[in-house]
């Protein structure tokens, strides 16, 4: 008996120092610490990406908040989901949580309760965001995650998550600020997107016309094209280079205008074979003669027109964002315009030349400024972590025509708004522009589909504003566009 005793009590004693050891070697060796991954799980509550503000630093998006309701598995929980979701969800959510891990499922509005958690989210979008071709684009660059808040709980050795445990919330740079600011007015978007509500297909650019930062673009409808930045014919408001192109080189004809005229074998003609007589520069961008310009441009020829519209930046790229640039149209060069017949349908804005709302409107604004062309600005710097703002530098400018020209043109502008077809422009006698109607080429049912174009600046008196507005399949600029321009500056100004 004493024999076993002694046995039993030195096979304890080794156990017990088995044991000991053991126990001690998990605590002082790193071999088998245990990492959070294997003993918690992780539920992401939401996640955030940087934010687009406007230039005056308010917010576009991330601006509003949605609530998320976090739903364990248990009993408790599961007694409560009818005070937050339908029959029809509440199933399917009783169905992911027989996976043993908790739900986080979205909902409309708050209601307290005990056991699921309920938490405030910020929105990325919300459903009256502004700009969102412009905000899409923007997000497709940048696409990594700037903060998140997740809920942490605790499990077992075999993954199950412990009782009691409610889960513990952590934030990582969630009240970040970081992001990028536009150079879009929202008050000024917001007065775009109004105007042009009934606009079926097409786009509106306003940009500053001393520094062609972008003020507003809106492109609708609200598809994957943004067709404010996009290229189409631009038929008659081309003319206005022309006609810079002239006064340039100190040419003002006057030309009579017999309703067509032939160029080669090619007839061409001014709409509805209007006959305008004799006209001036003046007159005939006020009543869009294409026999003017047609023999204009044959005057001027080709090399001219070319040097003219390169100063304004035509067929050139125009960067808006680090990895995002946008064409200005096609142009057409030299080789091509050997052609009679191609310099006299760019005489008047057709052929194979094609250019966006967004480098038109920087066209408008140069001759709005003086002369000096400036690069469409879309970027005005970045905002970080702390909401310090770094600006970004300023696009390319130069003079493109000399000031005396800017100015004759401005005023041609205005006329063409007092006296010819930009009448339905006109706001507060301080409206100026041209209009157009750009044959596409497209035959849709037996018709060929319109571009129509109004594309001028406001005020006259002091130009600060330069307005494109474009309207795929249209009926003329006058009727089309106009009327957008008068709504836009008449709840801008």
Same mark, same amino acid.
């Given at each position: 008996m004493k024999k076993r005793l002694v046995v039993f009590t030195v096979l304890m004693c080794f156990l017990f120092s088995a044991t000991a050891g053991r126990i001690g070697y998990v605590i002082f060796s790193g071999d088998y610490q245990v990492s959070s991954s294997h003993n918690s799980y992780t539920v992401d509550i939401d996640k955030i990406y940087e934010t687009v503000y406007d230039r005056n630093l308010s917010r576009i998006t991330n601006k509003s908040s949605s609530l998320v309701a976090v739903i364990r598995p248990s009993e408790k929980c599961i007694t409560e989901l009818n005070k937050l979701f339908t029959y029809k969800e509440r199933e399917e959510i009783i169905e992911e949580l027989k996976q043993g891990y908790p739900v986080v499922k979205e909902i409309d509005s708050y209601v307290s309760c005990k056991y699921i958690k309920i938490f405030e989210t910020t929105r990325r979008h919300s459903d009256d965001m502004i700009a969102r071709h412009i905000v899409s684009s923007c997000e497709r660059l940048k696409t990594d995650e700037a903060g998140s808040k997740t809920m942490n709980f605790s499990v077992d050795a075999i993954g199950r998550l412990l009782d009691g445990d409610e889960g513990t919330v952590y934030e990582d740079n969630y009240d970040t600020k970081k992001g990028t600011v536009l150079t879009i007015d929202s008050r000024i978007q917001k007065a775009a997107e109004k105007a042009a509500e009934n606009m079926k297909s097409g786009a509106v650019v306003v940009l500053d016309t001393q520094t062609s930062e972008v003020l507003a673009a809106f492109s609708k409808p609200n598809d994957y094209l943004n067709r404010a930045f996009s290229s189409y014919c631009v038929g008659s408001v081309y003319k206005l280079v022309v006609a810079a192109c002239a006064l340039e080189n100190g040419r003002n004809?006057? +030309?009579?205008?017999?309703?067509?005229?032939?160029?080669?074998?090619?007839?061409?003609?001014?709409?509805?074979?209007?006959?305008?007589?004799? %006209?001036?520069?003046?007159?005939?961008?006020?009543?869009?003669?294409?026999?003017?310009?047609?023999?204009?441009?044959?005057?001027?020829?080709?090399? #001219?027109?070319?040097?003219?519209?390169? *100063? +304004?930046?035509? &067929?050139?790229?125009?960067?808006?964002?680090?990895?995002?640039?946008?064409?200005?149209? /096609?142009?057409?060069?030299?080789?091509?315009?050997?052609?009679?017949?191609?310099?006299?349908?760019?005489? +008047? &804005? %057709?052929?194979?030349?094609?250019?966006?709302?967004?480098?038109?409107?920087?066209?408008?604004?140069?001759?709005?400024? *003086?002369?000096?062309?400036?690069?469409? /600005?879309?970027?005005? &710097?970045?905002?970080?972590?702390?909401?310090?703002?770094?600006?970004?530098?300023?696009?390319?400018?130069?003079?493109?025509?000399?000031?005396?020209?800017?100015?004759?043109?401005?005023? =041609?502008?205005?006329?063409?708004?007092?006296?010819?077809?930009?009448?339905?422009?006109?706001?507060?006698?301080?409206?100026?522009?041209?209009?157009?109607?750009? %044959?596409?080429?497209?035959?849709?049912?037996? #018709?060929?589909?319109?571009?129509?174009? +109004?594309?001028?600046?406001?005020?006259?008196?002091?130009?600060? =504003?330069?307005?494109?507005?474009?309207?795929?399949?249209?009926?003329?600029?006058?009727?089309?566009?106009?009327?957008?321009?008068?709504?836009?500056?008449?709840?801008?100004?």
């Open positions: 004809d006057s +030309f009579e205008c017999e309703g067509k005229i032939t160029v080669g074998d090619t007839v061409f003609a001014c709409q509805k074979d209007t006959k305008h007589g004799k %006209q001036t520069m003046k007159e005939a961008l006020a009543n869009s003669c294409n026999c003017y310009f047609i023999e204009l441009a044959l005057k001027l020829g080709a090399e #001219k027109i070319i040097e003219t519209s390169e *100063k +304004f930046g035509f &067929g050139k790229m125009n960067e808006l964002y680090e990895g995002w640039s946008v064409k200005n149209g /096609n142009f057409p060069d030299a080789a091509f315009l050997e052609s009679k017949g191609q310099l006299a349908l760019l005489g +008047f &804005g %057709q052929g194979s030349l094609t250019d966006s709302p967004l480098h038109f409107a920087s066209v408008i604004a140069a001759m709005a400024n *003086k002369g000096i062309y400036t690069e469409a /600005n879309l970027i005005k &710097g970045d905002m970080n972590d702390a909401g310090i703002v770094s600006e970004r530098t300023k696009n390319m400018s130069q003079r493109a025509i000399s000031e005396k020209t800017a100015e004759t043109l401005c005023e =041609y502008m205005r006329y063409v708004v007092t006296d010819g077809s930009g009448r339905r422009a006109d706001y507060n006698n301080e409206s100026a522009g041209k209009t157009s109607t750009a %044959q596409s080429g497209i035959i849709n049912d037996g #018709k060929e589909i319109f571009y129509t174009w +109004f594309a001028g600046f406001y005020p006259y008196s002091n130009p600060r =504003y330069a307005i494109v507005v474009m309207t795929e399949d249209g009926k003329s600029g006058a009727v089309d566009g106009g009327p957008v321009f008068r709504a836009i500056v008449e709840n801008i100004s």
